[in-house]
C-alpha cells in the first residue's frame, strides 16, 4: 500500500482495553484526529496517564511544517520545527485543561521528547 499523504495523516493519544482470554482489542479513548485538533507529529511523541487527576498528558514533540508552512515530515530544505504539550480529561469527547506551544524562532527549531508534569510548586 502507498503512504498516506502527510496533508491527511494525523497522531494521538490512544487508550486500549485488551481482554486476553478473549484476544480481543478494542479502542477505549483516543485524542488528537478527526474531530479533535489535528496534529502530525512524525516523530518524538509520547502520552501518560495521569493517576491523580486521570488526564491524559500528550506530547506532539516533532512537528515540522515547511517553508510554506504546511505540515511535512521532511525537516530539511527549510522545515520548521515546533512542539505542543497538552492535557486533556479522559473523558468523551476530551477536553483541553492545559496547552503548551513550544515554537520560536531558532536556527533548529524545537523539538521535545516525553514531557512530565512536576508537581505544583505551590500548595
Keep these: 500500500d502507498e503512504p498516506m499523504l502527510v496533508s491527511e495523516s494525523f497522531s ?3 487508550e486500549y482495553r485488551v481482554d486476553e482470554d478473549n484476544m480481543v482489542v478494542r479502542e477505549v479513548w483516543s485524542y488528537g484526529g478527526e474531530g479533535d485538533e489535528k496534529y502530525f507529529s512524525s516523530f ?3 502520552a501518560d496517564w495521569m493517576p491523580q487527576t486521570g488526564n491524559v498528558l500528550a506530547t506532539f514533540g516533532g512537528l515540522i511544517f515547511d517553508s510554506e508552512g504546511i505540515p511535512t515530515d521532511r525537516g530539511g ?4 520545527y515546533w512542539s505542543r504539550i497538552v492535557e486533556v480529561t479522559s473523558d ?3 477536553e483541553k485543561v492545559f496547552e503548551l506551544i513550544i515554537d520560536e524562532e531558532a536556527p533548529e ?5 516525553r514531557a512530565e508534569r512536576l508537581p505544583g510548586l505551590y500548595p
Excluded at 530544505?77 to 520548521?80: A, D, K
Excluded at 527549531?109 to 521528547?113: A, D, F, H, L
Design 109 to 113: 527549531g524545537w523539538q521535545v521528547y
Design 44 to 46: 518524538v511523541s509520547d
Design 12 to 14: 494521538r493519544a490512544v
Design 77 to 80: 530544505g527549510g522545515g520548521h
Design 92 to 94: 468523551r469527547p476530551a
